[in-house]
């Protein structure tokens, strides 16, 4: 029993020095946005006076603003989007018996381990030529074709746990087949459509690749791409500080995504990569 | 907590060849059933919409990409653009940078996934065996996982800088990491491991919990070290979700781009594979060149997957449940 418990102490050290390790590089840039004026070349951890400056100074630019505008209504529309035809497709992959079905399953894993850089590059020539290249629509289109894989991955796996029986159990009792679907497949499937909704909206947020190769201005750059391009307000300060700032802001959501469900991200990246 | 814990692999296998028995029988192809051919067409029509739009924006580019590779084509220049057959690949096979670059993509990719493997066993098992703190340790091991390549890269760079950095006064030292190759290229391989090792972790764990722990027990009663109950019982039960971390991991780590866009541009000889075409293509706007790179870049993420999964002998189909 006590070597148990002492066993324990050392998983609990451990424990610890994983959230130190998750945590310092985030603390670090949260530092280093409050950092005001010569606080940033101070070369410490942490600011000797917290201030907002930098934050006034990144909602100030248009350039990050409508970065962030186009990264939040790109994200959530190719999210809605990508969920929903994947919701339907594992649905077909996890109950149906079709012919394709491992076409489709082999072509959504080629798709996963492609060099993105391999498609963006003739993207590029393609979109120039369709009039796509720097439009929100330029943008959704393929990050719906790289999101798929995973979503369609993430909801099959969590559709072949869903005791289907049950359906036909509540037709017996008198249900109408919509009424059955509705009333007790939905509820036990929302919780894997929301999980692949979370984690297809965090692989679309972190994309960098498509956001550099196929805009080319405000009109359609998101975030990422425009934190590379970020000069700060003005072309004789340095930006490292407002670009801190930036991070921070962009962070959040994940943040608040991760806080609230922890324990869902974690089924739907195991499930979807182990077993999916 | 159950759907956390992924079904046995037995189960999985059991549940494939179920799947796979009807389509196997010719007899039933024969005289299909109203039901059968129903079922097909719903398939179809649920499945046809992202069947359609995964393959639109992937076939398409590929085709093209290999056409223009064969083509002398600069962008600025439409007029001049002319067929030269393979003579694309002959020019950047017979590079010398292109060579290096390869040697700093695979040196790159070995490192990380090996470190990462290692961090993310031990991670993976404090989660597993850590009674208290686990939900932190699992909230705050995601929190990597979910920010964005581009500002992690950020974090690690200024960390590193000597101007405002914090890392260079902690070890008393005043090296300029991003004025050589080998400097440089650490701080790119520590923030990529940063941010991907949560990924490793959570896949192994996901492993660990599948080894029931009656195997482990018996181990003890029969006097076996925890080395050896590692080595002998762990590991080997866990080997399916130890591939395809493993792989997913390489492959991921071989396309690496974000992390040397913003830390370096790929200045001091630290450009990788994905930068290259990227330069060429959209920088340089030679569409020609660059879509070969692009092509060669596939081929050889193509040959990784071949190669782990005859080497490894994983069954992907079966771990994705096709």
Avoid at chain 1, 68 to 86: D, E, Q, W
Avoid at chain 2, 112 to 123: I, N, Q
């Amino acid at each position: 029993m006590s070597a148990g418990r002492k066993g324990q102490v050392w998983w609990i050290v451990g424990a610890v020095l994983i959230i130190v390790y998750a945590l310092v590089p985030v603390a670090w840039i949260v530092s280093l946005s409050f950092k005001a004026g010569d606080d940033i070349t101070n070369r410490k951890f942490w600011p000797t006076e917290w201030s907002f400056e930098n934050y006034l100074i990144v909602f100030r630019s248009d350039l990050f603003t409508t970065a962030l505008r186009n990264s939040v209504g790109i994200s959530l529309i190719a999210t809605t989007i990508s969920v929903v035809l994947a919701m339907f497709a594992a649905y077909a992959v996890a109950r149906l018996e079709f012919p394709g079905k491992k076409l489709l399953l082999s072509l959504a894993l080629a798709i996963t381990i492609f060099p993105i850089i391999a498609i963006a590059t003739p993207l590029f020539n393609l979109w120039r030529t369709v009039g796509l290249y720097d439009t929100w629509l330029g943008l959704i289109i393929p990050y719906l074709s790289f999101s798929l894989p995973l979503s369609v991955y993430v909801l099959s796996a969590f559709f072949r746990e869903i005791p289907w029986e049950m359906e036909q159990a509540a037709q017996v009792d008198g249900a109408t087949p919509l009424q059955a679907f509705r009333k007790v497949i939905v509820p036990l499937a929302a919780p894997g459509v929301f999980t692949a909704a979370i984690l297809t909206f965090f692989a679309i947020w972190n994309d960098f690749i498509f956001g550099i190769t196929l805009t080319s201005s405000e009109a359609a750059r998101p975030v990422p791409a425009a934190l590379a391009f970020f000069s700060g307000a003005s072309q004789f300060s340095q930006p490292t500080a407002p670009i801190a700032a930036a991070s921070v802001i962009v962070t959040i959501p994940v943040v608040v995504l991760v806080l609230l469900f922890q324990q869902k991200i974690v089924a739907g990246l195991t499930n979807g990569a182990v077993k999916g | 907590m159950s759907t956390t814990v992924p079904a046995a692999a037995g189960e999985v296998r059991a549940e494939a060849d179920r799947q796979d028995a009807p389509a196997a029988a010719p007899a039933r192809r024969q005289r299909m059933t109203d039901r059968a051919r129903k079922e097909r067409n719903l398939g179809w029509l649920l499945a046809g919409p992202a069947f359609v739009v995964m393959l639109s924006v992937t076939a398409y580019p590929i085709a093209n990409a290999v056409w223009y590779s064969l083509f002398d084509f600069r962008l600025t220049d439409p007029d001049g653009r002319s067929f030269v057959g393979l003579g694309n690949y002959a020019t950047i096979l017979s590079d010398v940078l292109f060579w290096r670059q390869f040697g700093v993509t695979a040196a790159i990719t070995v490192v990380t996934v090996a470190v990462e493997f290692v961090l993310g066993f031990a991670l993976a098992l404090v989660m597993h065996r850590a009674l208290f703190l686990r939900k932190s340790v699992r909230t705050a091991i995601l929190v990597p996982y979910g920010i964005i390549t581009v500002v992690s890269a950020y974090a690690w760079q200024y960390a590193f800088t000597p101007a405002y950095g914090f890392v260079n006064p902690l070890f008393g030292s005043d090296l300029d990491w991003f004025g050589e190759t080998v400097p440089s290229l650490v701080v790119i391989c520590l923030s990529e491991i940063w941010k991907t090792t949560p990924f490793m972790s959570l896949l192994l764990l996901a492993g660990l919990a599948q080894i029931p722990s009656t195997y482990i027990e018996a181990a003890k009663v029969d006097g076996a070290t925890a080395w050896q109950r590692f080595r002998k019982v762990v590991v080997p039960n866990m080997k399916g979700a130890i591939m395809v971390a493993l792989l997913f991991r390489t492959l991921d780590a071989f396309r690496i781009f974000d992390n040397v866009f913003v830390m370096t541009q790929g200045a001091n000889g630290t450009e990788t594979l994905s930068f290259l075409a990227y330069r060429q293509t959209i920088t340089r706007v030679m569409i020609g060149l660059g879509s070969a790179v692009s092509v060669i870049l596939a081929v050889l993420v193509v040959l990784i997957a071949f190669l782990f999964i005859k080497g490894f002998k994983v069954n992907l189909a079966e771990q994705r449940g096709a």
